[in-house]
């Protein structure tokens, strides 16, 4: 599969925890997104990478949560002291630097107890 | 920042025709996009509109007016597995955010 991936699926965390998710971007693409969504609602943008560069945070986001983009491929986002507001799916999309489409991978689902 | 308006909820006909609208109000309009996300699944591209006008894909078209700050999604020939959300979000200014409206939960009914 060549398509966006990202681990785990499901995290189940107790409040004031750290949680680490992986997204691997299809390889072409310099371009990486990380968004979360709630339920009945539309994604909402966390952060933007171009390469390992990260050139866009949303002021949405706060202290507790940071992203990375080592080598310019995989990405982390981890959050710190969890809390039970952060429960959603929280979904990376690529794209390359040359199409407007974004790539969504499955998600990975966070509950926060 | 941008607001994005758009039903909450529509129902349609196997075999119909349906439009769903999208209003957005932004300052520097510089992208609007339809997804299509099936419950439980990651959303889907389906169009980009950036100049005003209408983009024809199969069964799936949409328009742009930027003057009018409004977008519409049409979708032929209804299949039963057309019922999902869809997302209309727009990009504006300089930068590659993008945001999402709430999205419009349809449903195809036989």
């Known amino acids: 599969d060549t398509g966006v991936s990202q681990d785990p699926r499901h995290k189940i965390t107790k409040r004031g925890q750290n949680v680490t998710f992986r997204c691997d971007p299809i390889?072409?693409?310099?371009?990486l997104y990380w968004y979360r969504q709630t339920l009945g609602q539309g994604p909402e943008f966390l952060t933007y990478f171009q390469n390992e560069a990260q050139l866009e945070k949303s002021r949405l986001l706060s202290d507790r949560f940071s992203a990375e983009r080592p080598k310019g491929s995989f990405s982390t986002l981890e959050i710190q002291r969890t809390e039970q507001g952060d429960s959603a799916m929280y979904l990376c999309?690529?794209?390359?630097?040359?199409?407007?489409?974004?790539?969504f991978g499955p998600g990975t689902r966070l509950t926060v107890l | 920042g941008q607001n994005i308006d758009q039903p909450t909820e529509m129902t349609a006909t196997e075999g119909a025709i349906v439009q769903i609208n999208c209003t957005y109000q932004?300052?520097?309009?510089?992208?609007l996009f339809w997804y299509q996300q099936h419950a439980g699944e990651a959303p889907t591209f389906l169009s980009y509109?950036?100049?005003?006008g209408l983009e024809e894909k199969g069964r799936f078209s949409s328009f742009l007016s930027r003057s009018k700050g409004y977008s519409y999604l049409l979708l032929k020939e209804l299949q039963m597995k057309d019922s999902a959300s869809y997302l209309c979000?727009?990009?504006?200014?300089?930068?590659?955010?993008?945001?999402f409206g709430t999205g419009t939960k349809l449903q195809v009914i036989p």
């Open positions: 979000a727009v990009r504006a200014g300089g930068y590659q955010k993008v945001t």
């Open positions: 932004t300052s520097g309009f510089n992208g």
């Open positions: 999309a690529s794209r390359p630097g040359h199409d407007n489409e974004q790539f």
């Open positions: 390889s072409e693409h310099n371009r």
């Open positions: 509109n950036v100049l005003d």
